[in-house]
């Protein structure tokens, strides 16, 4: 007997199909509060869409709030399904293996449905009664659609080699417990750097992508970032979009006339794949209003610049979360780079170079801010060998003084630097700078890319917006 996800492959490559209508009998779509009213609302979007859909979902919550009627009404509408159609239970369930094992009995067996979405914070025990059935389906929320999934789905896990989110952790977790192909993910369409960041942890797994209607989720971004290779794998869930239509027949196939179009222009192409550098991570960014290491006002820099932003992540110290997300980035970008060791420039760098150094497992050294006049009076802290190659970690990028001035004593004992990395490159003129001495800047993000992203989101007034871009266009490099 195929599987549920066999049988999903079959379905949507013969109808040329991804849409799963979400069954989703709101109380205020109904004409009175009856399990026979979500029945006959269901029913009716059931036959207006079945031609054309490739699951239908049913969500639990909206019958389990009209009682026992309600409960019965969800049974009857899941045996009205055609059986071509797969039925997954949008229930979310997620529990003790003994009470799981109700669960799935109640799913499976007394409700009749194919597939249910389950939540698999209480591990692979709480799972296994749900994949016992080899014939059914599983979903695991993995990064769902609403702006809370950033709380706890986008923390970073430490000991990595790049940044990685607890939802990349579940679709990994996803790949190894869906050996017997019964195993799906739930990816909200609303996230698409997050789905491709998933597809890439989980290249063969159906995901459930909610968030397309109402949540106003980009179709495009999503497939392009969500397609398996064959231009499958993707189950775009569209509830209220379809039944507040005045028409759910044509609002379907219209939908799957824009999947289709979508389908063909995103459709993933096989090739070789480039190292990339990272993302724009928006928690990342996020957290730099967050922690305070971003300012804004009248500060004196180094340079001797009068700015009207200040940037100070020495206070990520204070956060260990936040500088594993740092350090993992960094790392990221290092990854593609050649070099021997990594330096370190005092002080606020140190700690990142630290964090850096033991996640990337690269070992470091750093070049004094002061000369020692006592001991080995050395210039460069740690163990080297004349001729190796140095990337310099500083966190800043301003006009590049400070660089030439560690550079000058890594040099000096005999090193190479071709590179320097840093988080934040403010570009006033450290960038030309530092290429002229052959050297090359690499900034995990500029001011512009934040002040753009600060201004997308509203996170700062116009007047304060204006008065970096004024100072950028000042003091950048001509």
């Not at 206070?315 to 070099?339: C, I, S």
Request: hydrophobic share 40%; aromatic share 8%.
């Amino acid at each position: 007997m195929p599987t549920f996800f066999e049988k999903l492959d079959l379905r949507a490559r013969k109808i040329n199909s991804l849409l799963c209508v979400g069954l989703d009998p709101h109380p205020e779509d109904l004409p009175e509060q009856t399990g026979k009213a979500a029945k006959e609302f269901c029913l009716r979007l059931i036959e207006e869409t079945s031609e054309v859909a490739l699951a239908f979902k049913p969500n639990a919550a909206f019958f389990e709030l009209l009682g026992p009627e309600g409960w019965e009404a969800l049974g009857a509408v899941i045996q009205s399904v055609p059986d071509k159609i797969p039925v997954i239970l949008d229930a979310k369930r997620g529990d003790i293996s003994s009470t799981a094992n109700a669960y799935a009995r109640s799913a499976f067996e007394v409700l009749g449905a194919d597939a249910i979405t389950l939540n698999p914070y209480m591990g692979y025990d709480s799972l296994t009664p749900f994949m016992q059935y080899a014939e059914k389906g599983i979903f695991l929320l993995c990064k769902t659609s609403n702006a809370g999934s950033v709380d706890l789905q986008d923390l970073p896990l430490g000991g990595h080699y790049r940044l990685m989110m607890v939802y990349e952790k579940i679709a990994g977790l996803a790949t190894e417990w869906g050996a017997h192909d019964t195993v799906g993910l739930v990816v909200g369409a609303t996230f698409p750097d997050a789905l491709r960041r998933v597809r890439q942890a989980a290249p063969d797994q159906w995901f459930l992508a909610p968030g397309l209607g109402t949540q106003g989720a980009d179709l495009k971004a999503a497939m392009r970032a969500g397609l398996r290779q064959d231009g499958l794998g993707l189950l775009i869930n569209v509830s209220r979009g379809i039944s507040r239509a005045e028409n759910p027949h044509h609002a379907a196939k219209n939908l799957v006339l824009r999947f289709r179009e979508a389908q063909n222009i995103t459709k993933p192409r096989k090739t070789k794949q480039k190292k990339e550098a990272p993302q724009f991570v928006t928690p990342l960014v996020e957290g730099l209003l967050s922690m305070g290491c971003v300012r804004f006002g009248e500060f004196t820099l180094k340079s001797g610049l009068i700015s009207p932003i200040y940037i100070d992540l020495r206070r990520l110290v204070a956060f260990p979360g936040w500088m594993t997300q740092v350090a993992a980035a960094y790392v990221q970008r290092l990854k593609t780079l050649e070099f021997d060791r990594i330096a370190g420039l005092p002080y606020a760098a140190l700690p990142i170079a630290t964090a850096v150094s033991l996640q990337g497992n690269w070992p470091m050294i750093y070049p004094r801010k002061e000369a020692k006049d006592y001991g080995t009076a050395a210039d460069v802290e740690g163990i080297y060998h004349p001729g190796e190659t140095v990337v310099l970690i500083d966190d800043l990028a301003t006009t590049g003084g400070s660089k030439f001035e560690a550079i000058e004593k890594l040099t000096a004992a005999g090193m190479k630097v071709r590179d320097v990395v840093v988080l934040i490159d403010r570009e006033s003129g450290a960038k030309e700078a530092l290429a002229k001495e052959g050297l090359k800047l690499h900034a995990l993000f500029t001011l512009t890319q934040l002040l753009d992203y600060w201004e997308e989101t509203k996170r700062l007034s116009v007047e304060q917006l204006e008065k970096v871009r004024d100072f950028l266009r000042e003091t950048g490099p001509e």
